[in-house]
């Protein structure tokens, strides 16, 4: 007769030293892991349990505003400078890590309608109530200097918005049409309009970047070519769009926030039907900003709150609100994808993490010194 | 640098064969006849072969798409030191072991082709593929085969002694065969715990003990004092759940009592249910009890209404626990439905032993009629297949790997099937052995192809080739872990631990794509928003000026309306049920399938279209 028995050298199964790993043979077979589906159900409801037991995303409140918050822009280069216009006409710059501000500036009378910063960061350009449009530098004045801007340009209009081309030295400017000016130029370049009515705001498309698009108070969003210096496409909606955002990964996507409570993501190529309606919010949605990976976005409303919805689902995974929170008004993603930042009409920017239950700084480690400084008030020694 | 012509696989490009007239250099190894490792140039693999680059260009020239260039890859033949790989391409997997992978049912069809869900329920089919076959090559990296008895020249591997296989076998694994003669606290049952190093062992007069079986090492010994009818391991080999005469006792591996469960009391069998940390306990009073022992609540108390309880079996596949009864059916049972969820005739007489394999598929059962029956659990639940007994089989059991023990009276026959996933075959018996005393006990050793039998003089472990599954998975179970591996794995498990209302028939339930009816929507609104958006407000009549306000004539429009409300709803049933009986009558007159059309057809009275009937009457 044949035969051979199982059996297990267990040399080969058992670690030789404590100090080697244990040894772990793995066999996939399924036969072996019964019950797959509900035990991986099981995880997935913990692990969403826990989720939201370590959700804790508010990090700071900036202070300091004398009146609402109206617009918010980020630097380019540094991701802890941001910008932020109020509606007294003041401009504070803010340092992120030591969240305090570095600068404030009486840029306007009457509201700072729109903030937008050079793409090299060396400067800044704010619009007002006061149809100035005015560059400042982003350095501070040096000592014995004033506080002046860069350049001022005179308007005949109220400009209501502005955003600087991603590449060129042009900027565009909002208002009864949109300019598209030169910096070298007092007077625009182009102006571009379809239809009587004003446009709230214009975006530069950061991929393609001679397109812009624009929100105007007939219910409209029109997309222009800066080229051709004419308007492209148009779509009316039911309702007004406040604001619109390129998406920085997908040249042709943006994404509209509307006075109807709804967002709408477009795709510039085919405007009939909006690729996705995000529909959670239950007042105005006043602001809408990217994710630099081009797969979230982040909204403000004006039912005081901030919610973060997934590109392509209609329902939003994260809403942050505070009792001390009202209307907010502009919000902004920050660069590295890990902040949102929101200011409100209660004049204060709020920072809140962009993972409500991820762990941003890593817990330090007691290096051979700090081992023995285990008392608490030792430990900041 | 000079590049060095290599013999291709594949048919050569236009390049290679201008290298291909330079003479390739002797290296160190190849042998003085000039012969290189590796295959002769001309052999074909078996994986698909790859496109010849200049059939690529000329494709491309055809179509005029615009090329994007590729980043020229590195071949894997041109390595620095010119050594080959003797078996190019990947590894192959062969095409059984990778449907051992796939796990979606096809035969299920795909919604409409619009819906998303149906673009993503094909992209996972897609990829299931991939990864089943990915799973299939990673085979090859099990280490352990399975034993094996072959007899030679036509012998009976039946007649095999014991003593014979511990002969031919290694050290190691015949010492694994051992009797433990134990006549003095009456017969045996015993239980491997889940990694199958550990072995518990309960005496009918009391004598409990655990031990570690592979070392010998006993961990407690103790005599309960009372009548033992059923031992188990809970989820590891440090509790035990003891089955005593009055109530269920569980115990520390070092003796200790633990608890004293007196809701299960008489209880004559229990079984585990390890994922669902369930104990199982079938008593005598006719209840099915499951015992949640994390966290130490009982979870279900079923009546099974049909008398003493003492046949019980647990399937692997799906926790549902099997019941035999004294009438032959077996009913199956889950902790979250009051009802059994399925009842199966089996035997003429009563049901002695039920046991069902650990792939959920195959069920044996054994009855008072000195049948032994297959049943295939999975589909039909039809008999596939029956054998006499010269004497009924009271204890039945399945191995890892399918083989099927049967103890009659104080002889055990095992019985195996041609391969791991089909049933065993009962015509002749792969092994079978005689023990000193009538078997109480059986279960196969989990990861050793052992089988251990508890008899009414004492233990004894049996060598079975071919039993157990070779390659255990290290995060599963694993009988060498150390004793912080076994903690961790402990506090997982917990973690994962499924909870009872998900037991059921099929576990892959939860997998399906729900889809919500239209009313389960409606009433899970209504409980959102504490009030139904659409049903209609109740009428509240207007309150008018000069005197028409009183409360006589609110009632009285209030009246009113609901009056008129009432009797439109009737109408409308009304309506409704005249409509049904119409197509009732419609339905009825149609004629049979089976009938051939026959020009008298046109006589034969159908209802009244023109009002004919009527015009007759009137006419007569």
């Excluded at chain 1, 397109?211 to 779509?235: E, F, H, W």
């Excluded at chain 2, 979870?299 to 079996?313: D, E, F, I, P």
């Excluded at chain 2, 650990?358 to 049948?371: E, K, N, P, R, V």
């Amino acid at each position: 007769m044949k035969v051979k028995m199982l059996s297990r050298n267990p040399d080969d199964y058992v670690r030789e030293t404590k100090l080697d790993l244990q040894r772990v043979p793995r066999n996939y077979d399924p036969a072996l892991h019964p019950f797959e589906v509900p035990r991986e159900y099981v995880r997935a409801l913990n692990a969403t349990k826990l989720e939201r037991v370590f959700a804790k995303p508010f990090l700071a409140s900036l202070d300091g505003h004398r009146d609402g918050v109206n617009c918010l822009a980020k630097h380019p280069k540094s991701l802890s400078t941001v910008l932020s216009g109020a509606c007294d006409g003041e401009v504070k710059i803010w340092n992120l890590t030591t969240r305090k501000c570095t600068r404030t500036i009486q840029a306007h009378e009457g509201f700072v309608r729109g903030i937008c910063t050079r793409f090299c960061g060396t400067s800044f350009f704010t619009v007002g109530d006061d149809k100035t449009v005015k560059q400042w530098k982003m350095d501070g004045p040096g000592y014995g200097e004033e506080e002046e801007p860069l350049h001022t340009i005179l308007g005949k209009t109220v400009y209501t918005g502005i955003d600087h081309h991603w590449k060129d030295a042009a900027f565009a400017t909002c208002g009864q049409q949109v300019d598209i000016w030169d910096e070298q130029r007092t007077s625009p370049v182009c102006s571009m309009t379809w239809g009587f009515d004003s446009i709230s705001s214009v975006k530069f498309n950061p991929i393609e970047t001679f397109l812009l698009g624009s929100c105007a108070s007939d219910r409209n969003i029109v997309l222009y070519d800066m080229r051709q210096a004419t308007p492209l496409k148009k779509v009316i909606l039911d309702m007004r769009t406040n604001t619109i955002c390129w998406n920085p990964m997908e040249a042709f996507i943006f994404t509209a926030a509307n006075e109807d409570y709804n967002l709408y993501t477009f795709d510039m190529r085919a405007l009939d039907t909006p690729v996705m309606v995000h529909l959670d919010h239950v007042s105005a949605v006043l602001d809408v900003d990217y994710s630099p990976t081009g797969k979230e976005f982040v909204s403000a409303s004006f039912d005081k709150s901030v919610r973060i919805f997934p590109v392509d689902k209609s329902q939003s995974r994260e809403v942050y609100h505070t009792k001390r929170m009202q209307h907010v008004i502009c919000v902004k993603w920050t660069s590295d994808s890990k902040y949102i930042m929101c200011g409100s009409d209660e004049m204060n920017i709020r920072l809140w993490k962009a993972n409500a239950s991820e762990k941003l700084v890593a817990e330090p480690s007691p290096g051979p010194y700090r081992e023995h400084l285990h008392h608490k008030t030792l430990e900041r020694v | 640098m000079e590049m060095v012509p290599k013999p291709r696989s594949h048919a050569p490009a236009k390049k290679d064969r201008l290298r291909a007239k330079r003479k390739k250099p002797r290296r160190y190894w190849e042998q003085e006849s000039g012969a290189s490792p590796g295959p002769p140039p001309k052999k074909r693999s078996s994986r698909p072969a790859r496109p010849r680059s200049s059939q690529v260009l000329r494709r491309s020239r055809i179509s005029r798409k615009a090329q994007v260039p590729k980043p020229e890859r590195r071949k894997p033949e041109q390595t620095l030191s010119g050594a080959q790989d003797p078996f190019p391409g990947p590894a192959p997997a062969p095409l059984e072991v990778s449907r051992k992978f796939r796990r979606i049912d096809k035969s299920k069809p795909l919604p409409s082709p619009k819906s998303k869900t149906r673009s993503r329920l094909e992209a996972a089919e897609a990829e299931e593929e991939e990864a089943s076959v990915r799973a299939a090559r990673s085979e090859l990296l099990l280490a352990e085969q399975p034993g094996f008895l072959e007899g030679e020249d036509g012998e009976d591997t039946a007649k095999i002694l014991q003593a014979d296989i511990v002969e031919a076998v290694d050290i190691a694994s015949a010492a694994k065969h051992f009797d433990l003669n134990l006549r003095q606290f009456g017969p045996y049952r015993l239980n491997y715990s889940r990694t199958g190093r550990h072995l518990a062992l309960g005496g009918r007069r009391g004598h409990v003990a655990a031990l570690d079986w592979v070392t010998k090492q006993l961990m407690c010994e103790i005599n309960v004092m009372e009548a033992v009818r059923d031992i188990q391991f809970l989820h590891s080999e440090a509790l035990l759940a003891v089955a005593q005469n009055r109530w269920l006792y569980i115990y520390d591996n070092q003796g200790i009592e633990l608890h004293c469960v007196r809701r299960c009391d008489r209880v004559t069998r229990l079984e585990f249910l390890p994922f669902h940390f369930l104990l199982a306990t079938a008593s005598e009073t006719g209840f099915l009890t499951y015992l949640d022992v994390s966290v130490g609540k009982i979870v279900a108390a079923l009546n099974a209404r049909a008398g003493r309880l003492s046949v019980m079996a647990q399937n692997p596949y799906n926790a549902v626990i099997h019941l035999g009864h004294s009438n032959g059916t077996v009913s199956l049972w889950s902790p979250a439905v009051k009802e059994p969820l399925a009842k199966i005739l089996c035997h003429r007489g009563g049901i002695r032993a039920v046991a069902v394999d650990s792939t959920g598929t195959y069920m044996a059962t054994s009855g008072l009629d000195h049948q032994l029956k297959i049943f295939d659990l999975r589909g039909t639940y039809q008999p596939l297949s029956a054998r006499t007994l010269p004497q009924g089989a009271g204890h039945l059991a399945f191995s890892q790997r399918g083989l099927l023990v049967a103890g009659m009276g104080d002889v055990v026959s095992i019985w195996k099937g041609p391969g791991k996933a089909s049933p065993p075959s009962l015509e002749q018996p792969y092994l079978t052995h005689r023990l000193s005393g009538h078997v109480h006990g059986l279960q196969f050793c989990p990861f050793e192809d052992v089988l251990g039998v508890g008899h009414s003089g004492g233990i004894t472990s049996m060598l079975v080739p071919g039993a157990a599954e070779p390659n255990f998975d290290g995060l599963e179970n694993n009988p060498y872990r150390s004793r912080k591996q076994r903690q961790e794995w402990e506090v997982k498990a917990l973690l994962e631990k499924v909870p009872a209302e998900l037991i059921c028939l099929d576990p892959r339930a939860l997998a399906e794509v729900d889809v919500i009816s239209l009313e389960q929507r409606k009433k899970e609104r209504i409980e959102r928003l504490g009030y139904d958006p659409d049903a209609k407000a109740t009428f509240q009549p207007k309150l008018k000026q000069k005197g028409r306000s009183s409360t006589a004539s609110l009632v009285k429009r209030r009246r009113k309306v609901l009056d008129k409300e009432h009797r439109d709803k009737v109408r409308q049933s009304l309506e409704e049920q005249e409509q049904q009986q119409q197509q009732q009558q419609q339905q009825e007159k149609t004629k049979p399938p089976g009938t051939r059309p026959s020009a008298l057809d046109r006589f034969v009275p159908q209802g009244d279209p023109w009002g004919i009937n009527w015009c007759l009457c009137l006419l007569s």
